[in-house]
T-cell receptor, first 116, second 115 residues
Framework: DQQVKQNSPSLSVQEGRISILNCDYTNSMFDYFLWYKKYPAEGPTFLISISSIKDKNEDGRFTVFLNKSAKHLSLHIVPSQPGDSAVYFCAASAQDSGGGADGLTFGKGTHLIIQP | NAGVTQTPKFRILKIGQSMTLQCTQDMNHNYMYWYRQDPGMGLKLIYYSVGAGITDKGEVPNGYNVSRSTTEDFPLRLELAAPSQTSVYFC??????????????FGSGTQLSVL
């Protein structure tokens, strides 16, 4: 049973445009959400996170939006750059799991391709 | 600053062989983890450790063993390798701060094939 779903395996966006990556979750106990970015032959790297007490968190070109009622979050990248081409993983954790990464659930990832 | 270092980067095993995947971190992180990523799938937690001498099972621990004798090292042992263990393995660490200790630092991975 997938608790964190990224329904788009891939997404192609033109350079300079906005990239929107989506993530849905089913566990209402999730209260902390993260996005990781992964290049080929490298490990994932932390990108941005959001607590359930917020509905938006911004870091430079990256913004994460959280809609708790819809159990949906999205990552916006504006403007998209060639270096943003990577696989993006959504992840979630719940306070009642101890809040640690041992309770972290990952989605399957979305491969973002930025076209020149 | 090396961060999290994994060795080897690639390995091919025959069915029934054993091996140890090495992981070391130089950030003095208490928490360390082993994940596997199968093609087209998310990361699944195999084992984790909250400090030297303490380990616990994750979501998919069968066929693996770990030890944590020092803060720096967290090796993963595969006994009697099976084709189902063909995967990319990632080691990760995180500091012990109160939320977000979900912010993980990953190694570059080990591509393992069992034939």
């Amino acid at each position: 049973d997938q608790q964190v779903k990224q329904n788009s395996p891939s997404l192609s966006v033109q350079e300079g445009r906005i990239s929107i990556l989506n993530c849905d979750y089913t566990n209402s106990m999730f209260d902390y959400f993260l996005w990781y970015k992964k290049y080929p032959a490298e490990g994932p790297t932390f990108l941005i996170s959001i607590s359930s007490i917020k509905d938006k968190n911004e870091d430079g070109r990256f913004t994460v939006f959280l809609n708790k009622s819809a159990k949906h979050l999205s990552l916006h990248i504006v403007p998209s750059q060639p270096g943003d081409s990577a696989v993006y993983f959504c992840a979630a954790s719940a306070q009642d799991s101890g809040g640690g990464a041992d309770g972290l659930t990952f989605g399957k990832g979305t491969h973002l391709i930025i076209q020149p | 600053n090396a961060g999290v270092t994994q060795t080897p980067k690639f390995r091919i095993l025959k069915i029934g062989q054993s091996m140890t995947l090495q992981c070391t971190q130089d950030m003095n992180h208490n928490y360390m983890y082993w994940y596997r990523q199968d093609p087209g799938m998310g990361l699944k937690l195999i084992y984790y450790s909250v400090g030297a001498g303490i380990t616990d099972k994750g979501e998919v621990p069968n066929g693996y063993n770990v030890s944590r004798s020092t803060t720096e090292d967290f090796p993963l042992r595969l006994e009697l390798a099976a084709p189902s263990q063909t995967s990319v393995y990632f080691c990760a660490s995180s500091p012990p701060q109160i939320r977000p200790n979900e912010k993980l630092f990953f190694g570059s991975g080990t591509q393992l094939s069992v034939l």
